[in-house]
């Protein structure tokens, strides 16, 4: 009986050290998962597509002999904005709504060889450090012409509107609008203040001085990294009001 008591408090004793290595080893196999799960993780995507911020959404080339003998030698283009973001995205179909009327309207004067409407229609791109902005320009046949800005802050991929590229680059809102509206006053008064002036002349001037149209005005910053901003002009001649680019220097 001493015996067997001994031969059990030798295999009790036998059990327990193996039940204590058993929780050793457990313990490292959780230490070694922890150490995995804190490498760092992989990259996040970028805020662009493609490694460009924009790309040509479409493009067309028409180019034909009316039947009053005018040849046109054109091609439309229009962009898509490369961002990632509800905001890009819904820029982009504004763009193919407002846009692809033209495509469609070209397509079919020169298939009745008729004039065009839409003389040109493109675009430019301008990037100032993390400011994006895209201009497009579309001239008609009477020579009226059409500007639509869009500015983007490339880091949040959010659309800016004029007062957020003012701010984006370090200035002051109020006194860049009042830059401008002086350099428009100069453009308006060279333009129409002469010997004989339009209609309305003071109406329009004021029209197009006042701070209702100098909040439509939209700013920019063109390839040289200046403030610039596409603004009316309301004057008693052709259609009535007409678009101007005033840059800053």
Do not use: W
């Not at 008591?5 to 070694?32: E, G, H, P, Q, W």
């Not at 869009?150 to 009042?178: H, M, R």
């Amino acid at each position: 009986m001493k015996m067997s008591k001994r031969i059990i408090m030798l295999l009790l004793a036998a059990m327990m050290a193996l039940s204590f290595c058993a929780c050793d080893t457990y313990y490292n196999i959780n230490v070694s998962t922890t150490e995995e799960d804190t490498t760092e993780p992989p990259s996040t995507k970028p805020a662009y597509e493609t490694g460009v911020y924009t790309t040509v959404a479409k493009e067309e080339t028409f180019e034909y002999t009316d039947r009053a003998g005018n040849v046109y030698n054109t091609t439309y283009l229009i962009p898509r904005i490369n961002l990632v973001g509800a905001d890009a995205d819904m820029i982009n179909k504004e763009i193919t709504e407002k846009y692809y009327k033209d495509f469609v309207a070209a397509e079919n004067e020169q298939a009745n060889r008729s004039s065009l409407t839409c003389d040109s229609l493109g675009y430019e791109r301008f990037i100032n450090g993390n400011v994006l902005s895209v201009v497009i320009k579309r001239v008609y046949y009477s020579h009226s012409v059409d500007y639509t800005v869009y500015s983007f802050n490339t880091s949040t991929c959010t659309l800016l509107d004029s007062k957020g590229v003012v701010t984006a680059i370090g200035k002051s809102y109020p006194e860049v609008k009042d830059k401008i509206r002086a350099e428009l006053e100069k453009d308006y008064v060279n333009k129409y203040n002469t010997a004989n002036p339009p209609q309305n002349y003071k109406e329009n001037y004021e029209k197009t001085l006042s701070d209702d149209n100098m909040e439509k005005a939209k700013i920019y910053i063109n390839e040289k990294g200046k403030i610039t901003a596409v603004c009316k002009e309301y004057a008693s001649v052709g259609n009535g009001e007409f678009a101007v680019v005033i840059t800053l220097d």
